[in-house]
T-cell receptor
Framework: AQKVTQAQTEISVVEKEDVTLDCVYE???????LFWYKQPPSGELVFLIRRNSFDEQNEISGRYSWNFQKSTSSFNFTITASQVVDSAVYFCALSEVGRYGGATNKLIFGTGTLLAVQP | GAGVSQSPRYKVAKRGQDVALRCDPISGHVSLFWYQQALGQGPEFLTY????????KSGLPSDRFFAERPEGSVSTLKIQRTQQEDSAVYLC????????????????????FGSGTQLSVL
């Protein structure tokens, strides 16, 4: 069965601190996609990143970076120099690979981590 | 429109009432998804449309849940005889393309979510 675990329910940091959000996943598939989404108080989920399972290169986008380790089934997300605007719930998600190699977008989400960045 | 639009934003229903939730995807988007998000939980997949075809409804929790997208654009999620356990936020998402034969494309497959309809069943 597929499962995504985000063990951190809530994290509180002070602005400019670095913070890492953990994500551990389970799947029997050899190929799959992993995602991170941000859910601000307004409610809509905002796409942050998608990785496929055969690309283990870490990625950096501005203050955001992601560490994908297939050996430990983890896909952790780090925010460097956090800002108040980063306050939101962050979800890690898993998707099967579809018939033509893309993500099915039938996402399995974790329970989310609420990040509160204090000024 | 500029984004995925859902209405109503909030819906209060008495137990046993029927409700209809509307989703307007981004114009031209082929794929449309419905997700259910209970309080404090991650979203859970309900159903998937490619144009007007409902290709996957494996996540619908019971036969009281019904979704349609008759013209391949606007979609409606209907819940009959609502129960308290149906209380949740219902999220709609769309993407430009479904699982196309051209191969994977992060840009075409990127999901855009609406702000959801918060359903409270009393």
């Amino acid at each position: 069965a597929q499962k995504v675990t985000q063990a951190q329910t809530e994290i509180s940091v002070v602005e400019k601190e670095d913070v890492t959000l953990d994500c551990v996943y389970e799947t029997r598939d050899t190929t799959y996609y992993l995602f991170w989404y941000k859910q601000p108080p307004s409610g809509e989920l905002v796409f942050l990143i998608r990785r496929n399972s055969f690309d283990e290169q870490n990625e950096i986008s501005g203050r955001y970076s992601w560490n994908f380790q297939k050996s430990t089934s983890s896909f952790n997300f780090t925010i460097t120099a956090s800002q108040v605007v980063d306050s939101a719930v962050y979800f890690c998600a898993l998707s099967e690979v579809g018939r033509y190699g893309g993500a099915t977008n039938k996402l399995i989400f974790g329970t989310g981590t609420l990040l509160a960045v204090q000024p | 429109g500029a984004g995925v639009s859902q209405s109503p934003r909030y819906k209060v229903a008495k137990r046993g009432q029927d409700v209809a939730l509307r989703c307007d995807p981004i114009s031209g988007h082929v794929s449309l998804f419905w997700y259910q998000q209970a309080l404090g939980q991650g979203p859970e997949f309900l159903t998937y449309f490619q144009n007007e075809a409902q290709l996957d409804k494996s996540g619908l929790p019971s036969d009281r849940f019904f979704a349609e997208r008759p013209e391949g654009s606007v979609s409606t999620l209907k819940i009959q005889r609502t129960q308290q356990e149906d209380s949740a936020v219902y999220l709609c998402a769309s993407s430009l393309e479904g699982q196309g034969g051209a191969g994977p494309s992060p840009a075409r497959e990127k999901l855009f979510f609406g702000s959801g309809t918060q359903l409270s069943v009393l």
